[in-house]
């Protein structure tokens, strides 16, 4: 499978705040070759996107190479160009902790749908893609960039998001880390000299919620084992920059779609999960919003013994077919 490692930097990028940044770094992976249409221009493009606290690398795991890009899978590698990015405040990509702490500005979902159409339009010069598709926060960027560029990809497939104001116990849980890590006495406004660390033991708040109930049983049956996985998460979460992990969950804060749905013209599947406890598919203001795109294709992925609640998403043997359908009806 061809694979390639690159990065675009971006001049003078402004964000929705007005902010400038004097260069925008993104890093982005691409897997196969490019297809060019009779006028030249690449017609087999595919854009990626990950999840929060996340980067490119979840892509690239053996079982989504197994079930999505593998000869005869609904992305083969040998019949797309796949770009997969690090979105702003992610992996290589800026973000806060390459120096700006604080200073770096401050970005939502729109700044980084429109950090990602620059770079396939700008970077790649490619004016229509076949597809973007990713989960959870970049699943958030994707119902933005429907309504923000129409006519920049022909399919849309966010999993794990709905197109409505975040709100509930997915932004109580966010807010209540957001201030575990303000009011940390050792975080001093940003420019902190050591890592703070009493914020880290409320950060794993969010990673519990997107866990499915009965899957948090199993990993956790008796007190020892549940003190063994909360301690293993304290490390994943060691492994996150305060200003960075701050930024992340900041950027969502004003995510709300649904004043502009109508203006999404790319066919359109959504895919969620049955037990996921940060975007309740059993939530009945979400079918007014659904009824907007008469369009869509709304699917729910029943729960069962192998599945785990929002992060279902990792488990792509359990939504492929759906993907697969909706690939091939079009």
Same mark, same amino acid.
């Given at each position: 499978?061809?694979?390639?490692?690159?990065?675009?930097?971006?001049?003078?990028?402004?964000?929705? !705040?007005?902010?400038?940044?004097?260069?925008?770094?993104?890093?982005?992976?691409?897997?196969?070759?490019?297809?060019?249409?009779?006028?030249?221009?690449?017609?087999?493009?595919?854009?990626?996107?990950?999840?929060? !606290?996340?980067?490119?690398?979840?892509?690239?795991?053996?079982?989504?190479?197994?079930?999505?890009?593998?000869?005869? &899978?609904?992305?083969?590698?040998?019949?797309?160009?796949?770009?997969?990015?690090?979105?702003?405040?992610?992996?290589?990509?800026?973000? #806060?902790?390459?120096?700006?702490?604080?200073?770096?500005?401050?970005?939502?979902?729109?700044?980084?749908?429109?950090?990602?159409?620059?770079?396939? !339009?700008?970077?790649?010069?490619?004016?229509?893609?076949?597809?973007?598709?990713?989960?959870?926060?970049?699943?958030?960027? $994707?119902?933005?960039?429907?309504?923000?560029?129409?006519?920049?990809?022909?399919?849309?497939?966010?999993?794990?998001?709905?197109?409505?104001?975040?709100?509930?116990?997915?932004?109580?849980?966010?807010?209540?880390?957001?201030?575990?890590?303000?009011? =940390?006495?050792?975080?001093?406004?940003?420019?902190? $000299?050591?890592?703070?660390?009493?914020?880290?033991?409320?950060?794993?708040?969010?990673?519990?919620?997107?866990?499915?109930?009965?899957?948090?049983?199993?990993?956790?049956?008796?007190? &020892?084992?549940?003190?063994?996985?909360?301690?293993?998460?304290?490390?994943?979460?060691? &492994?996150? =920059?305060?200003?960075?992990?701050?930024?992340?969950?900041?950027?969502?804060?004003?995510? =709300?779609?649904?004043?502009?749905?109508?203006?999404?013209?790319?066919?359109?599947?959504?895919?969620?999960?049955?037990?996921?406890?940060?975007?309740?598919?059993?939530?009945?203001?979400?079918?007014?919003?659904?009824?907007?795109?008469?369009?869509?294709?709304?699917?729910?992925? #029943?729960?069962?013994?192998?599945?785990?609640?929002?992060? !279902?998403?990792?488990?792509?043997?359990?939504?492929?077919?759906?993907?697969?359908?909706?690939?091939?009806?079009?």
């Amino acid at each position: 499978m061809e694979r390639t490692e690159c990065v675009c930097r971006i001049q003078n990028f402004g964000f929705a !705040t007005g902010q400038v940044i004097s260069e925008l770094r993104l890093h982005y992976t691409t897997l196969g070759a490019p297809h060019h249409d009779a006028q030249g221009h690449i017609d087999n493009a595919v854009l990626l996107l990950h999840s929060s !606290t996340g980067n490119r690398q979840q892509w690239l795991a053996a079982n989504f190479v197994q079930d999505l890009f593998a000869p005869g &899978q609904p992305l083969d590698a040998q019949r797309f160009f796949i770009i997969i990015p690090d979105l702003i405040g992610h992996g290589q990509s800026s973000k #806060p902790s390459d120096g700006l702490r604080t200073q770096f500005p401050a970005y939502r979902c729109q700044d980084m749908a429109a950090a990602m159409h620059l770079l396939v !339009t700008q970077g790649l010069k490619i004016p229509r893609l076949q597809l973007v598709m990713r989960t959870s926060l970049g699943a958030m960027v $994707t119902w933005y960039w429907g309504q923000m560029y129409p006519q920049a990809a022909a399919r849309l497939v966010p999993i794990g998001a709905y197109p409505l104001p975040l709100a509930g116990r997915n932004w109580i849980i966010r807010r209540m880390s957001i201030e575990a890590i303000r009011h =940390d006495p050792a975080w001093q406004g940003g420019d902190y $000299t050591e890592p703070p660390q009493a914020c880290l033991y409320t950060a794993p708040l969010l990673i519990l919620l997107a866990h499915g109930v009965q899957q948090l049983q199993s990993i956790g049956p008796t007190r &020892q084992s549940a003190d063994q996985y909360y301690e293993r998460l304290l490390q994943t979460m060691r &492994q996150h =920059d305060a200003n960075d992990l701050l930024y992340v969950l900041e950027s969502a804060q004003d995510f =709300d779609p649904s004043p502009n749905l109508e203006k999404t013209s790319a066919r359109v599947l959504a895919i969620n999960f049955e037990g996921d406890e940060i975007c309740r598919p059993d939530i009945s203001e979400h079918d007014p919003a659904l009824q907007r795109l008469p369009d869509a294709q709304f699917v729910v992925v #029943p729960a069962n013994q192998d599945t785990s609640g929002h992060f !279902t998403y990792f488990q792509p043997a359990q939504w492929v077919g759906f993907l697969d359908a909706f690939l091939k009806r079009l």
